[in-house]
C-alpha cells in the first residue's frame, strides 16, 4: 500500500527516459511470478519423489505383511486338512474352509484337493469335484515339500499352493488364493491421503511463500522504483550541469573576448593618443628652433607665420589632453556635471557671438521657436556641445556660408540643430563619426581647412554630454547639402545618477575647474572649435 | 639647377617647417599631402630624395614606398620614413620596402636636416 501510494505520488516524468517506465504493480507482478513459479516446481517435485517413495516402501510392507499372514494361514490349513483327508471327511474340510474364508479377509477362496486334484472342499460351490490338473508339474510339486506361491489370471489374486503330507506321503493340496484388495485399498488410502497432506502442504507453503515473494517484490520493486527514478533524476542533474558549464563557459569565452576587445582598444587608443601628440609636439619644437636658427635671417612675415604655428600647436596640444581627460573622466564616470535651471538661448548667443570673431566671413543665425527655454542642464558642458558640433560645420563651410543655431520645443524634450552648409559627410563616415579619434579625412587638397586641426574628440565628448543629460544625439546629412547635427534634451530635465554626480563633486574638484575652463565660450572658444576633420 | 626633395606629410605645419627648412638648406622642396600625389610628382620630376609620412589619409606611408618601387622611373629613389613610433616592427617594414631610414616623431628638423644633406651628398 505504501509503495502504491508512493508511486502514485511521484509519477516519474515521461520525458526525461527513453523507455517507458514499468508501473510499481506491474513490476511487483512480474517479480512475484518470477520467484513463485519455480518454487511452486521445486516443491512439486520434491513432493513427488518423497510421494513415491513412501508409497512404494509401505506397499512393500503390506506385501509382506500380508505374505507372511498368508503362510501362516497355509500352515495351519495344511496342518488342519491332514486328519480329514486321512479320514476322508469332507463335511468337517468344508466347515474348516468355510470357517477360515470367513475369519479372514483376505482370502479370495480356498481350494482343498485330493491327490487326484480333484477338488474336495471350496469356498466356491462351482469348484467342488472338479479336477484342477491345469499345471503337469504339479506331481512334482507333490512329491516334494515346498510352498509354491504363484499369480493367478487375475491381477488382484495370488495363489499359495501347499501340499498335504502325511508321513511323507501326499494327501492332497490345499490351494489358497489370497486377494491384494485389501493392500490395493490400504496403499489407495495412502496415496489418497498423501496427495491431501501434499496438497494442503503446497498451497500453505504457496500461500506463505507468496506473502514473502510479494513482500520482498514490493521492497524491491520500490527500490528498484527509486533506484530508477535516482538515474532519470541524475541523468537530468547532469544535463542541467553540462548546459550550465557549457552556458558559463560561453560567458567565460565572450567575457575573454570582451577584455581582448578592450585591450586592443586601449593600445589602439594609446597609439593614437601619442601620434596625436607627436605632430603637434614635432611643429612646436621645429618651427621654435628654426626662429632661433635662422634668427635675422628669416622675413619678419615668415617670423610672424611660425610664430602663429607654434601658438596654434601649442593650445592644440593643450586641447587635446584637456579633452582627453575629459573623455577619460567620462569613461570612468567621474565626469561632472552640475546641473541648475538654465536659460538656453543666451547660451547659443554667446557662442555664436564667438563663433562670428574668430570667423567674421561666416554668419551664425540663432534661431528659437522659443527664446524663453530654460532647461535643468549644465551650462558650460551645454555650451561646450555647440562649440564642438558647430566647429565642425565651421571648417566645411563655404567662406560666406552660415551656420544655424536652432531650437524646436517638442512634447517632452527640446530639439536641437546646427546646420552647415558644408559639402555634406559621406554615408559610410555618419555611423562613426562619434567615435574617438574617429575623423572623416579629405583627400581633397582644397578642401576649406579655416579651423585648427581637430583633437577627433570634440564630437565623442558632445555626445557623451548630450547622453548624461539624458537626450540624444545624431546627425542627418546628404552629400553636397551640408550636415545637421542634431541633439535632444529633455523638459522634465535628466535623469542623472545620483552617485556619478555625488561622487564626482569629491573626486574632480579640480577636474571640475578643468571643464569649467575648456567650457567657457569667451575664453576657450575657437579653441575647442574644430572637434572633426 | 637645385637638388630637388619630395616632402609628403598631411599636417600642413610640418610641411611647411620642413620645406622652409630645406630651402634654407639651398634645397628645392616639393610636398604633397596625399600618397598618390607624392607618387605622380615622383614620376614627373626627378627627385633626389623623398621624405614620407606613415600615418596618411588615402594610403598608408608603406603603400607609397612600394609603389615607388613598383615603378622602373623611381624604384630607385632613396626614402626617408617618419613613423609614430620606431620599433623592431617598423624596422622590419623598412627593410621589406626598400627603406634604409626610419626617424621617429617627435624629431629634432635640424638633426632631420643634417641627415637628409648626408644621403643625398653620398648619392652625388
Known amino acids: 500500500m505504501r509503495a502504491e501510494a508512493f508511486a502514485d505520488d511521484h509519477r516519474l516524468p515521461a520525458n526525461l527516459s527513453d523507455s517507458k517506465p514499468q508501473t510499481l504493480l506491474e513490476r511487483r507482478r512480474s517479480l512475484t511470478l518470477q520467484f513463485v513459479i519455480p518454487f511452486s516446481a521445486i516443491v512439486l517435485c520434491m513432493i513427488l519423489i518423497f510421494g513415491i517413495f513412501h508409497i512404494q516402501s509401505r506397499r512393500k510392507d503390506l506385501n509382506a505383511n500380508l505374505y507372511q499372514e498368508s503362510e501362516i494361514l497355509t500352515k495351519y490349513l495344511t496342518s488342519a486338512m491332514i486328519d480329514p483327508l486321512l479320514m476322508g471327511d469332507y463335511e468337517k474340510m468344508q466347515n474348516i474352509v468355510t470357517a477360515v474364508h470367513g475369519i479372514n479377509s483376505d482370502s479370495a477362496y480356498v481350494h482343498v484337493m485330493g491327490v487326484g486334484h480333484r477338488v474336495l472342499a471350496s469356498t466356491d460351490p462351482k469348484f467342488r469335484n472338479q479336477v484342477l490338473a491345469d499345471d503337469g508339474s504339479l506331481q512334482a510339486f507333490l512329491a516334494g515339500n515346498t510352498i509354491q506361491v504363484r499369480e493367478t489370471g487375475d491381477a488382484s489374486v495370488f495363489e499359495i499352493l501347499t501340499p498335504v503330507k502325511f508321513e511323507n506321503r501326499a494327501l492332497g493340496q490345499v490351494r489358497l488364493g489370497i486377494s491384494r484388495r485389501n493392500v490395493n485399498e490400504a496403499i489407495r488410502r495412502v496415496v489418497r491421503s498423501f496427495v491431501i497432506i501434499g496438497l494442503i502442504g503446497l498451497f500453505a507453503g504457496l500461500a506463505i511463500y507468496t506473502y514473502v515473494a510479494q513482500r520482498v517484490a514490493t521492497s524491491n520493486a520500490v527500490l528498484f522504483d527509486q533506484v530508477q527514478r535516482f538515474g532519470l533524476q541524475m541523468e537530468a542533474t547532469v544535463k542541467e550541469r553540462t548546459r550550465e558549464l557549457l552556458h558559463a563557459n560561453t560567458q567565460l569565452q565572450d567575457a575573454n573576448e570582451h577584455l581582448k576587445d578592450l585591450d586592443k582598444a586601449k593600445s589602439e587608443f594609446i597609439s593614437i593618443v601619442s601620434h596625436e601628440l607627436r605632430n603637434p609636439m614635432t611643429s612646436v619644437s621645429g618651427f621654435a628652433m628654426t626662429l632661433k636658427k635662422m634668427g635675422e635671417r628669416l622675413p619678419a612675415e615668415k617670423k610672424a607665420s611660425y610664430l602663429d604655428i607654434i601658438i596654434n600647436e601649442a593650445s592644440r596640444l593643450t586641447r587635446l589632453v584637456e579633452d582627453l581627460l575629459d573623455v577619460t573622466k567620462i569613461e570612468l564616470g567621474r565626469y561632472d556635471i552640475r546641473l541648475a535651471p538654465t536659460k538656453i538661448k543666451p547660451l547659443a548667443d554667446k557662442v555664436a557671438e564667438g563663433l562670428k570673431i574668430q570667423n567674421p566671413s561666416l554668419s551664425f543665425p540663432v534661431e528659437f521657436t522659443d527664446p524663453e527655454i530654460e532647461l535643468h542642464v549644465d551650462g558650460d558642458k551645454i555650451s561646450q556641445v555647440f562649440i564642438n558640433l558647430a566647429g565642425n560645420g565651421v571648417k566645411y563651410s563655404p567662406p560666406d556660408g552660415s551656420i544655424r543655431f536652432r531650437a524646436e520645443k517638442k512634447t517632452d524634450h527640446v530639439l536641437f540643430s546646427i546646420e552647415d552648409q558644408g559639402p555634406g559627410i559621406p554615408k559610410e563616415h555618419i555611423d562613426k563619426l562619434f567615435q574617438k579619434f574617429y575623423r572623416v579625412e579629405t583627400a581633397d587638397p582644397n578642401a576649406p581647412r579655416k579651423a585648427p586641426k581637430g583633437t577627433g574628440l570634440g564630437l565623442t565628448i558632445a555626445k557623451k554630454v548630450v547622453e548624461m543629460h539624458g537626450g540624444k544625439i545624431w546627425v542627418e546629412s546628404e552629400l553636397g547639402h551640408g550636415a545637421r547635427f542634431c541633439f535632444t534634451l529633455p523638459l522634465a530635465g535628466m535623469p542623472v545618477p545620483v552617485a556619478q554626480t555625488g561622487n564626482s563633486t569629491n573626486a574632480s574638484g579640480s577636474a571640475g575647474t578643468t571643464i569649467a575652463q575648456a567650457g567657457k565660450p569667451g575664453v576657450e572658444l575657437g579653441s575647442t572649435g574644430g572637434a572633426k576633420s | ?124
Open chain 2, 1 to 124: 639647377m637645385k637638388t630637388k626633395i619630395l616632402v609628403l606629410d598631411d599636417e600642413e605645419s610640418l610641411r611647411l617647417l620642413l620645406c622652409d627648412n630645406l630651402e634654407f638648406e639651398g634645397f628645392e622642396a616639393v610636398s604633397a599631402s596625399t600618397g598618390r600625389d607624392a607618387i605622380e610628382i615622383a614620376k614627373k620630376d626627378k627627385m633626389a630624395l623623398a621624405v614620407i609620412d606613415i600615418g596618411l589619409p588615402d594610403m598608408d606611408g608603406w603603400e607609397v614606398c612600394r609603389r615607388l618601387r613598383e615603378d622602373p622611373s623611381t624604384k630607385d629613389l632613396p626614402v626617408i620614413v617618419l613613423s609614430g613610433s620606431v620599433g623592431d616592427e617598423i624596422h622590419v617594414l623598412a627593410k621589406n620596402h626598400g627603406v634604409k631610414h626610419c626617424v621617429a616623431k617627435p624629431y629634432d628638423c635640424t638633426e632631420l636636416v643634417e641627415l637628409l644633406k648626408r644621403i643625398v651628398a653620398a648619392k652625388g
